[in-house]
């Protein structure tokens, strides 16, 4: 699902291009050109200001939380700026409004994305919390990752939820007749998806990484 402002600026740069005597389908792929190189420069200064600044004032703590946290979300979101990119990129090319599947499957994995980038940084938290409550002796640090564990599949679950509701996918039969099944799929799930979204991260990284 592209945002209206960027179908506008595409669709104004696509006119700009036309104008300057480019036929509508070459000055599309121009434009798109340039707009995914764009997303690939936002993603090289979002890798950036994590190595550059974030890691830096991570170091300046006390705790190694901080520094857990950005290691652990850097890839992921210069990823996930790829991969608008290449919906903007897919969009102003007219495959998207062709092949709709498609774009189903962007904002899936985009939404998925943002899930598994979110449990990454909980998971950092819950590691660290059962490390200190098994120091003190207060929990056991299994019980905790069992809980971790269940955390991330409901994290999984709502993702797929919000997927559906963009869908405009009626809901309410589904939320409560499915949800003790679905929150058990999303935790047996959370695993596969976490390698695979990492397995992502390491192809995107190899061939686009700054």
């Known amino acids: 699902m592209v945002n209206t402002d960027i179908q506008g600026a595409?669709?104004?740069?696509?006119?700009?291009?036309?104008?300057?005597?480019?036929?509508?389908?070459?000055?599309r792929i121009v434009v798109s050109i340039i707009a995914f190189i764009i997303f690939?420069?936002?993603?090289?200064?979002?890798?950036?200001?994590?190595?550059?600044?974030?890691?830096?004032?991570?170091?300046?703590t006390k705790t190694k939380l901080d520094d857990e946290i950005i290691?652990?979300?850097?890839?992921?979101?210069y990823v996930l700026v790829i991969f608008f990119g290449l919906n903007f990129t897919l969009w102003n090319l007219g495959i998207l409004?062709?092949?709709?599947?498609?774009?189903?499957?962007?904002?899936?994995?985009?939404?998925?994305?943002?899930?598994?980038?979110?449990?990454?940084?909980?998971n950092v938290l819950?590691?660290?919390y059962a490390e200190r409550?098994?120091?003190?002796?207060?929990?056991?640090?299994?019980?905790?990752?069992?809980?971790?564990?269940?955390f991330n599949?409901?994290?999984?679950?709502?993702?797929?939820?919000?997927?559906?509701?963009?869908?405009?996918?009626?809901?309410?039969?589904?939320?409560?007749?499915?949800?003790?099944?679905a929150i058990v799929i999303g935790f047996a799930l959370q695993h596969m998806l976490s390698d695979f979204f990492s397995g992502v991260q390491v192809l995107v990284f190899l061939h686009l990484a700054p």
């Open 40 to 60: 690939l420069i936002i993603g090289w200064i979002v890798d950036h200001v994590f190595e550059r600044i974030f890691k830096r004032w991570a170091k300046k």
């Open 153 to 181: 599949g409901i994290v999984y679950l709502i993702a797929f939820f919000i997927f559906l509701a963009i869908q405009k996918v009626d809901l309410t039969g589904l939320a409560i007749g499915g949800a003790a099944t």
């Open 126 to 128: 819950f590691v660290w």
């Open 71 to 77: 290691k652990n979300v850097k890839k992921p979101i």
């Open 133 to 150: 409550q098994e120091r003190k002796k207060k929990a056991s640090k299994h019980i905790l990752y069992v809980f971790r564990g269940i």
């Open 10 to 27: 595409l669709t104004y740069f696509n006119e700009i291009f036309e104008n300057l005597g480019l036929t509508e389908f070459y000055a």
């Open 97 to 122: 409004a062709q092949y709709e599947i498609v774009e189903d499957l962007l904002v899936l994995f985009e939404i998925l994305l943002i899930a598994y980038i979110f449990t990454r940084i909980t």
